[in-house]
């Protein structure tokens, strides 16, 4: 018999986290984890589009992070028999080199770039807005209950790095950037 995925414990509203504890779906922590989620999804999309071989194990990596991220937003704080991948600052290293070759390769900016150009160019800019907003929410979720700072750092370096993307992927499209000149 196959596994039905609908639980019906959520018709009411609330939802669990690791561990147990029952929260409604418009609290902080799964706002928190669900913007991350949504991230998620955009960058598999971005995965998806790219075509740049170098790229993917990148996206992959990220990927996989923000899957441990969510699973710390996502746990009970309460529970001390929850076994999770520690989050610390490795992967803001990575990001930050990663980050800092692509720069290299691409002309200094001059002015704010305009999201657009390709499809390719806008769902990236897309994961980056999303990715600010994932930020925000776990910032929110910080200020009532505390959040691994690497987690809010992270995030942050994420969405530097998605723009800087956008911008590798301009140049390895021959796509002008647009200029926004107020």
Not at 11 to 24: E, I, K, M, Y
Not at 117 to 123: I, M, N, R, T, V
């Amino acid at each position: 018999m196959a596994q039905k995925i609908y639980t019906r414990t959520g018709d009411q509203g609330q939802t669990s986290l690791l561990g147990g504890t029952r929260v409604p779906k418009h609290h902080l922590r799964i706002e928190a984890y669900g913007s991350v989620d949504e991230l998620n999804t955009h960058i598999g999309l971005v995965r998806d589009l790219s075509e740049i071989a170098e790229i993917e194990p990148v996206l992959h990596r990220i990927q996989d992070f923000l899957f441990h991220i969510g699973s710390h937003l996502a746990n009970d704080t309460k529970s001390e028999n929850i076994k999770l991948k520690p989050i610390n600052a490795l992967e803001i290293n990575t990001l930050e080199n990663t980050i800092d070759d692509m720069t290299a390769q691409l002309q200094p900016m001059t002015h704010f770039i305009l999201p657009g150009g390709h499809p390719l160019l806008s769902h990236t800019h897309i994961a980056r807005c999303v990715c600010r907003r994932a930020e925000r929410a776990v910032i929110r979720l910080h200020e009532t209950e505390p959040v691994n700072a690497d987690i809010i750092t992270y995030l942050n370096r994420l969405s530097d790095y998605l723009f800087v993307l956008s911008r590798f992927f301009a140049k390895h499209l021959q796509i002008p950037e647009r200029l926004w000149r107020p």
